[in-house]
């Protein structure tokens, strides 16, 4: 058992997940089908998810694994150094599975603080990646708000 785990639902990153977005995710993951959606989150620095990227599952077994398209990464990762929208973090689906990150997701995880968004089903479920956390010590889930005014 790891000594001290990370909040990533403390009050100082709230997460805030639009039901606009969140049904976008829905219909990435369904139109998908029997493979694997993915892409990026996009939003503001506060934890405001505003936007998605979806990128072309560029994994050879796109239906047990998932791979965003690397120049999309870097394009994205430059706007955001220049001010622009900020990456939140990334989303994929799990076509057969729990909205749980797997093994393999762990595996090739970066543990770099992002949010991680699993689709599985009418299920949506988000995750911290770090460094330790309750799941395949990697991710940990985050409590996030429709941020409904
Ligand atoms: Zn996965």
């Given at each position: 058992m790891a000594a001290s785990v990370s909040r990533a639902d403390s009050p100082a990153s709230p997460i805030v997940l639009p039901e606009t977005v969140r049904d976008t995710l829905f219909a990435e993951a369904e139109k998908a089908d029997a493979e694997e959606c993915c892409g990026l989150l996009l939003g503001h620095s506060n934890g405001r998810i505003d936007e998605i990227i979806a990128s072309t599952n560029m994994a050879s077994n796109p239906a047990q694994r998932f791979e965003i398209a690397p120049e999309l990464?870097?394009?994205?990762?430059?706007?955001?150094?220049?001010?622009?929208?900020?990456?939140?973090?990334?989303?994929?689906?799990?076509?057969?599975?729990?909205?749980?990150?797997?093994?393999?997701?762990a595996r090739l995880s970066a543990g770099d603080g992002r949010v991680w968004a699993i689709i599985a089903g009418r299920d949506l479920r988000l995750w911290r990646n770090g460094k330790d956390g309750d799941v395949h010590d990697r991710f940990t889930e985050i409590h996030y708000r429709s941020g409904k005014s």
């Open positions: 990464l870097i394009a994205a990762e430059k706007e955001m150094r220049r001010g622009g929208r900020y990456i939140i973090g990334y989303y994929h689906s799990h076509p057969t599975g729990e909205a749980i990150p797997s093994a393999t997701d």
